[in-house]
C-alpha cells in the first residue's frame, strides 16, 4: 500500500516529518518498508532566469539564450515559442534525469553549445501544458532548487500492511492512524469515512429507478449492492491533478471513468466498478452464483472456467463481472461509451477469496474484498465517486441511488473491562486514558459500569470482535516503549528434560557420530510421493492427509514418509556434483485416520546413504558403500541405545515396495517392529530422477524409545583376558543366519563363561553344493575371576557347536 504524505494532509493537520512518521505508524503495526521523494527526479532542476535571447543561426526555429542559474550564465539551446528574456523557468542542469530515462547532457545542438535544458510543465510532470515552458512567479530566485521553490516536497510511504488492517487499505485510513499519533492527537477533517464533493453539475432528468433493476440472488454472499447511473458521460483522460494522485500511489491512469473508480477506492478503500449501461442487457443487474455458467472472459482478455459457486454479477443474460474480482470485456468502458452504471458492494470476504484463488486472478479490489471492507459506507462512498466521475466526465447523475440491502450488518459492541486490560498489558492505565486512545481513532467509548467500559467498533474495523483485540489498540496505540518491562516473580528451580526430547538428542548425537548430516524438510510432499515409492494407497500404515487448502502441487499431502524428501535432497546433491551423501532426518509423519478425523503423527527417523565408503586417496581406493554399511549403521545406533535382542529378518516386496527384492530386511527387537534398512528399488530411484544406487533406513522413534531401557548399566572393564574359538557351518541356502545367530545369543544368555557371539563370514559358491552357504561365528569366552584355560572351555565350545549343528541339521566343512 502505497500513500502520499500531501494526501493524507487533506484528511488530517500533520506536522511530523516524513522519517518520524514512518517511525511512529511502524510502531503503530502499519510497517513502512520505505519512505521515498515523490519528486526525487528535480533534483538537478533549478529555478532560471532567461537574460538573453539570440536567433540561432542555424534554425529558424531555436533560440540560443543566455540563462542565470543562480552562480553562472550558461548558454542552453531553446525551441519554445514562448521564451523571452526576464522570464523565470525551470532548468535541467547537466546529469539531471527526467521522466523517461530522459538523460541531460552537454553537447552542441546545430552547432551551438547547450549545457542544460529550460523546461515544460509536460517534461517535468508537473501539469499536462506542453505548449511552452513554464512560466514561474519573477519573484523566485535563479539557482533555488524547483522543489524548494514551488513547495513540491511531497514522501510516499509504503506500508506492508497485516491482513487484519484492511481498513488501512486506504489513504483516509491511514490518515485516522496519522493522525491519532500527533502530538496532541490531531482530527480527520472529514465526516464519517468519506470526502464530500460539491456537485456542480446538473441532475439528468431520468431515474435510475426507471431504467435499472438490481436483485441479489444469493444474499449471504453479496449482502448489499449500490449502484448509480450516469448519462451524457465523455471518456477521455482524466484532469492533471487526477492523475498525478494515481501514479503517486503506483497506479496507471486509464481514462477518468476508470480513473475515478480507482481513486476513490485508494481514498475511502472501498473498491467501485463501473459498467457500460448500454451493454447490459435489460438494464438488470443479478448478483448470483455462477450456476450452470461455464465460461467468462475478464477485462484483461483471459477465459476463464467457472465454478457453480463463484459469484457473479450478471446482467439480464449472462455474467458481466467476476464479483469483487475483475469485470468482463462484455461490458468494459469504451472511449465511445456514454452511460455508466457505478457499481459500490459488500461481498462475502471467504467468496471472493475463493474466486480469486482459484481463478489466480489477484486485483487491488480482491485484496480489498477478501479481507474485509466497511458494510456500512457502500451507499455512501458510491455518492462520492459518482458526483466526482460526473464533474470529470461531463455527465450528468440520474435521480435516485439504488440501495438493496437484505442482509443489514449489525454493530459490535465489546465491553472491556478496565483491570483485565492491565493486567494482560501489563500496564496501570486509568479509565479516562483508554477512552481517549480508543476515541483517537473513532472507537465510541461510554462507562458501563465501576471499571467497566461499553466500547462500540467503528464498521470500518472489522478486525475488532472481543475485549483481546481491544487490548491490542490500547498496546499500539500508548506505544510498545511505554510499556514496562516486568518480570514475574516465580521462583527458579530445576527441571528434568522431556525423556522423549532427551532420547531424540541422543539418536541426533548418534547419526552425527556415524557421520551423517542433519536434514530439515517440509511436512508437506506431493500427492505423486506415494506412487513413486510404489506404496499402497489403501495401506492404513501409509493413508495419506490431504490437504484442502494446499501451498502448491509439490505440497498437496501431508508426508507419511521422510523418504521423498531425502530423496529430493539427494537429486539437489547430484545436480551439484555431490555423489557421496550421508543424511537423516527427524520428522513427524502423519497417518490419515479417516475424513474429519486428525490424522495420527508417528515421530520417524530416516536415512540415506549413497555413494563411496571412504575419500578416495592414493591409500584407498574409492569403494561403493552396500547394504552392510547401512545395516551397520543401524546396529551401531540401536547398540548406542543399549537396545537388545534385535533381528534382522528378510523383508518382502509386498512389506516395503520401495525396497530392492532380497536387498532388504525388517528390524524387530523382543518381537517389535521397529523398522526397515535396505537398498533402493531401481525403478523407484527412477521415479525421483535417480541413477546411483542408494540405502534407507526408516525407524520408529516411538518404538526406538519404548525398547530402550531407561538406564544402561555399566560393568567395570574385564581384568582378565578372552579366549575366542570360531564355528563353520554348511547351512542351507535359504535359513536365515539371523535363527542360527538367535540359537548363539542365548548362549551367551546362559552360560556366564560366553561373554558374545558374533557372525564374521559368509561364503557361497565352489567347493559348496549348490544351494549351500557357509557361515562363520565367532564365539567369546572370558572369566571375571581368573584366567581361562583351554581344557575349561573345550567342552562348552563342543556342546555349543553340537547344539547349533543339529539344531539346524547342518554339516562341518569337509
Known sequence: MKVSLSWLKEYAAIESAPEEMA????????????????????????????????????????????????????????????????????????????????????????????????????????????????????????????????????AVFEIDLTPNRPDCLSVIGVAREAAAFQDPPVRLNVPGTILPVTDESKPASVSIDDLVRVDILDPELCPRYCAALLVDVTVGPSPFWLQQRLEAVGLTPINNVVD??????????????????????????????????????????????????????????????????????????????????????????????????????????????????????????????????????????????????????????????????????????????????????????????????????????????RPEDLSEEVARLWGYDNIQTSFPAVAPSGRQLSPRIAFREKVRDCMVGFGFSEAVNYSFTSAESVDRLKLDENDSRRSVERLLNPISEEMAVMRSTLLPWLFENMRRNHAQQVETLRLFEVGNTFIAEGHGVQPREVECLSAILTGSRVVPSWHAKAVEVDFFDIKGVVEGLLSDLGIKGVRFSRATRQDQPYLRVGNGACIEANGRLLGVVGEVAPDVLKNFGLKQTAFVFELDLEGLLVSAPEAIVSKPLPKFPAISRDITLIIDGDLAAADIMDEAAAFVQKESLVEDAFLFDVYAGKPLAEGKRSISLRVVYRSLDKTLKEKKIKGLHERISKHLIETFKADLPS
Open 23 to 154: 517511525a511512529k505508524l511502524t510502531m503503530a503495526g502499519l510497517e513502512v518498508e520505505s519512505v521515498v521523494s515523490r519528486f526525487d527526479y528535480l533534483d538537478r532542476v533549478v529555478v532560471a532566469r532567461v537574460e538573453a535571447v539570440i536567433e540561432h543561426p542555424g534554425s529558424d526555429h531555436l533560440h540560443c539564450c543566455r540563462v542565470n542559474v543562480g552562480d553562472t550564465l550558461l548558454n542552453i539551446v531553446c525551441g519554445a515559442p514562448n521564451v523571452r528574456e526576464g522570464m523565470v523557468v525551470p532548468c535541467a542542469m547537466v546529469g539531471a534525469v527526467l521522466p523517461g530515462d530522459f538523460k541531460i547532457k552537454k553537447g552542441k545542438l546545430r552547432g551551438e553549445v547547450s549545457e542544460g535544458m529550460l523546461c515544460s510543465a509536460s517534461e517535468l510532470r508537473l501539469d499536462s501544458d506542453a505548449s511552452g515552458l513554464m512560466d514561474l512567479d519573477a519573484s523566485l530566485e535563479p539557482g533555488t532548487p524547483l522543489v524548494d521553490a514551488l513547495a513540491l516536497a511531497d
Open 260 to 465: 475515478v473508480t480507482n481513486y476513490v477506492m485508494m481514498e475511502t478503500g472501498q473498491p467501485l466498478h463501473a459498467f457500460d449501461f448500454d451493454f447490459l442487457a435489460q438494464g438488470r443487474i443479478e448478483v448470483r452464483a455462477a450456476g450452470g455458467s461455464s465460461k467468462f472472459t475478464t477485462l484483461d482478455g483471459k477465459e476463464h472456467t467457472l465454478e457453480p459457486d463463484m459469484l457473479m454479477i450478471c446482467d439480464g443474460e449472462a455474467p458481466v463481472a467476476l464479483a469483487g474480482v475483475m469485470g468482463g470485456q462484455n461490458s468494459e468502458i469504451l472511449p465511445t461509451t456514454t452511460r455508466v452504471l457505478l457499481e459500490s458492494a459488500y461481498f462475502n470476504p471467504v467468496s471472493i477469496r475463493k474466486t480469486a484463488k482459484r481463478t489466480g486472478i489477484a486485483t487491488d479490489a480482491s485484496h480489498r474484498f477478501e479481507r474485509g471492507v466497511d458494510p456500512v459506507a457502500t451507499r455512501a462512498v458510491l455518492e462520492r465517486a459518482a458526483v466526482l466521475m460526473a464533474a470529470v466526465s461531463g455527465g450528468a447523475l440520474a435521480k435516485g441511488v439504488i440501495d438493496v440491502n437484505p442482509l443489514k450488518s449489525s454493530p459490535v459492541q465489546i465491553s472491556l473491562n478496565v483491570e483485565q486490560l492491565n493486567r494482560r498489558l501489563g500496564t496501570d492505565l486509568g479509565t479516562d486514558q483508554i477512552k481517549t486512545l480508543l476515541e483517537s481513532v473513532e472507537f465510541r467509548v461510554e462507562d458501563q459500569a465501576e471499571g467497566v467500559l461499553s466500547v462500540a467498533v467503528p464498521s470500518f474495523r472489522v478486525d475488532v470482535t
